[in-house]
Antibody, heavy 119, light 107 residues
């Protein structure tokens, strides 16, 4: 059974940093691209970042480029999101999501970890 | 960036109703479109990919159609478990973008 479990969320002050983790199991992690998607309170879904299985290719949304860094450790079956220079507008539930090997739809999602940026 | 626009934003319907949600892309995306269902406090769940392919385990009352810039999600007979928010997503190219969501409410 495919499982994705996020951790690392919490309350942080503006300008602070946080590192999110996503532990994967039930599939060959290194064979799949992975994503981070966020959802601000009462709002819709926003794609944040993408990383290919080899880590060779990464993408970011304009709103986080230069502040967030996506990475993965295939030996540990783990995905990470290092978030620096956090802003109020980064407050959201952050989900990790697997991209299918076919049409890049997000076929499995974690339960999400909440991040609150507030003074 | 490819913009994705869903309509309506809210839909009131009764059990047994046929429900249709529309998604429009700002440029042609072929059939690179997915639909998700999200319930309050839960992660989104994939329903349909490649515009019309039903994800394994999803009830057959859900169907998707369309190509290019216009797509629809149809629920043939709304069930109590279907009251939720639905999102479309273009999977054609980075940055991947979602529609703003359609909340299906009980009438």
């Amino acid at each position: 059974e495919v499982q994705l479990v996020e951790s690392g969320g919490g309350l942080v002050q503006p300008g602070g940093s946080l590192r999110l983790s996503c532990a994967a199991s039930g599939f060959t992690f290194s064979s799949y691209s992975m994503n981070w998607v966020r959802q601000a309170p009462g709002k819709g879904l926003q794609w944040v970042s993408y990383i290919i299985g080899s880590s060779f290719t990464v993408y970011y949304a304009d709103s986080v480029r230069g502040r967030f860094t996506i990475s993965r450790d295939n030996a540990k079956n783990s995905l990470y999101l290092q978030m620096n220079s956090l802003r109020d507008e980064d407050t959201a539930v952050y989900y990790c999501a697997r991209a299918s090997g076919n049409y890049q739809e997000f076929d499995y999602w974690g339960q999400g970890t909440p991040v609150t940026v507030s003074s | 960036d490819i913009q994705v626009t869903q309509s309506p934003s809210t839909l009131s319907a009764s059990v047994g109703d046929r429900v249709t949600i529309t998604c429009r892309a700002s440029q042609s995306i072929g059939t690179w479109l997915a639909w998700y269902q999200q319930k309050p406090g839960k992660a989104p769940k994939l329903l349909i990919y490649r515009a019309s392919t039903l994800e394994s385990g999803v009830p057959s009352r859900f169907s998707g159609s369309g190509s290019g810039t216009e797509f629809t999600l149809t629920i043939s007979s709304l069930q109590p478990d279907d009251f939720a928010t639905y999102y479309c997503q273009q999977c054609r190219t980075y940055p991947w973008t979602f529609g703003q969501g359609t909340k299906v409410e009980i009438k």
